[in-house]
C-alpha cells in the first residue's frame, strides 16, 4: 500500500475538535526512514501490511511524538505545500491522521507529559478484577 504526498483523496470530514487532539505513533509499530521515504509496519496485527508514505505524508509522519497536535501539523503542512487554502490542507491532514489511527499505526495522545503512558500496561482501578 503506498501513499503519496496524502493530497488527492476524499475527506472524510472529521469533527472540528480533531485538529486540537495531539497524536503520536503506536507503541505496537516499527518504521524505517529513508530520504523521503517511510516505511511502518504494525506489529500487532495478525496479517501485518507494510505502509509506505513519500512526500507531505512523511513530514506529517516524522512530526508525529505526542507533544504537536494535529492543527500544528496542518499548519506545517501547508507551509511546505504552499497551499493557499488552509481548509483543503486541513481536511486532507485530519482525514491522514485518521486513517492512520484506524489502521493501528498512531493512536490519540492524552498526556504529552508521559510520552510512554499507552506502552505500559493498564493498571486497575481499585476494587476493579483483574485476569490473574
Do not use: C, N
Not at 68 to 84: D, F, I, Y
Not at 97 to 113: F, K
Not at 122 to 130: L, N, R, S, W, Y
Amino acid at each position: 500500500m503506498t501513499r503519496d504526498q496524502y493530497t488527492g483523496s476524499t475527506p472524510t470530514d472529521p469533527a472540528r475538535s480533531a485538529s486540537s487532539r495531539l497524536w503520536r505513533r503506536s507503541p505496537s509499530i516499527a518504521h524505517v526512514e529513508t530520504p523521503g521515504r517511510s516505511v511502518i509496519l504494525d506489529l500487532a496485527a495478525p496479517a501485518p501490511v507494510p505502509l509506505v508514505l513519500t512526500g507531505t505524508a512523511v513530514s506529517i509522519w516524522q512530526a508525529l511524538d505526542g507533544v504537536v497536535s494535529a492543527r500544528q501539523l496542518v499548519e506545517g503542512a501547508a507551509m511546505s505545500a504552499g497551499a493557499p487554502e488552509f481548509s483543503v490542507v486541513e481536511s486532507a491532514v485530519l482525514s491522514f491522521l485518521e486513517e492512520l489511527r484506524a489502521a493501528g499505526l498512531i493512536e490519540i495522545h492524552t498526556d504529552p507529559s508521559d510520552p510512554d503512558r499507552s506502552a505500559r500496561p493498564k493498571q486497575p482501578a481499585p476494587g476493579e478484577e483483574t485476569d490473574e
